[in-house]
């Protein structure tokens, strides 16, 4: 049992370190020159600047509804009537996700559920934006603030929703329409995953810091894993998860359109020195630099 917790314990730090040296690696190798970007900045005036923009996202992400166009409330009611559909195959997605828990190795649902813990999974942000802050390097700054404003915005809004909603988990045996408004029993908090809103917000965070579509679908993947093993546990029913993903899309695409509409961040118009770029494919991995 020892042997196996510590093996368990060893596949979650190389998880988040991998993902912490594959955002490192490529963006400081990227964008070295922004180290010089506010030369002017000191440590302490760079984490002020950070709070700002992540409380002007945050801010940006609950009024953004006030501004929404027609393709805005059409991608919204997609979004409803989508869930609507999936609503009616909820019980049975739940039968078939149960009967692969047992195929499914338990390193892999346990790296999934610890994945969406805020414990590590706050850990890998922080860790990313202190990164940020020690090289002064204003590309991984951005990053480390569109992740922590990203997974606070998205926590607040799974909580509330959790407690609002009262929807029954489906390891209670009630339904999936049976529904406690406000309440505070956790067997009723079903909707939407705090697992799948956390862990993928982290992912599509990520992402969007790379342009290879190869490495984009990985890091997607990874950040599956843990909203797909809340199903293998009978945690929560498909709508819940695929919600919960479509949450975490808007939340991440909300906060850096604020970032980048304001231009609380200048690097991507430095394009001096050496740009590094990872390239990964089929049979391939290489480190291309252009001058």
């Avoid at 990313?128 to 606070?152: D, M, P």
């Avoid at 929703?161 to 339904?175: H, N, V």
């Avoid at 529904?179 to 992912?203: C, E, Q, V």
Wanted: hydrophobic residues 40%.
């Amino acid at each position: 049992m020892a042997s196996y917790y510590f093996c368990r314990m060893n596949l979650l730090k190389v998880f988040s370190f991998l993902l912490f040296w594959i955002i490192s690696f490529q963006m400081f190798g990227q964008e070295k020159d922004s180290l010089e970007t506010y030369p002017e900045m000191s440590r302490w005036d760079m984490i002020k600047h950070d709070g700002a923009s992540a409380f002007g996202g945050i801010k940006h992400v609950y009024t953004n509804p006030l501004r929404w166009k027609k393709r805005d409330w059409a991608t919204f009611a997609g979004i409803v009537a989508g869930s609507a559909l999936l609503l009616t195959i909820d019980e049975p997605a739940d039968d078939y996700f149960l009967e692969q828990e047992e195929d499914i190795p338990h390193i892999v649902k346990e790296t999934g559920f610890r994945f969406g813990k805020p414990l590590l999974n706050y850990g890998l942000t922080t860790g990313v934006y202190a990164f940020g802050i020690l090289t002064k390097n204003e590309k991984v700054r951005k990053t480390g603030v569109l992740l922590i404003a990203s997974a606070t915005a998205g926590g607040i809004i799974q909580t509330i929703s959790k407690t609002l909603a009262g929807r029954a988990r489906p390891s209670t045996g009630k339904g999936s329409t049976d529904f406690r408004f406000y309440s505070n029993d956790a067997g009723y908090h079903s909707f939407p995953s705090g697992h799948a809103i956390l862990s993928f917000t982290t992912a599509y965070a990520i992402s969007k810091q790379f342009t290879n579509p190869y490495v984009k679908g990985g890091i997607y993947a990874l950040g599956l894993v843990s909203p797909v093993s809340r199903l293998w546990a009978g945690a929560h029913w498909l709508t819940d998860v695929v919600l919960g993903v479509a949450i975490s899309v808007v939340v991440v695409d909300g906060i850096d359109n604020y970032l980048n509409k304001n231009k609380r961040y200048a690097y991507k118009s430095k394009r001096l020195g050496i740009k590094w770029n990872i390239t990964m494919g089929p049979g391939q991995l290489g480190l291309i630099g252009s001058f």
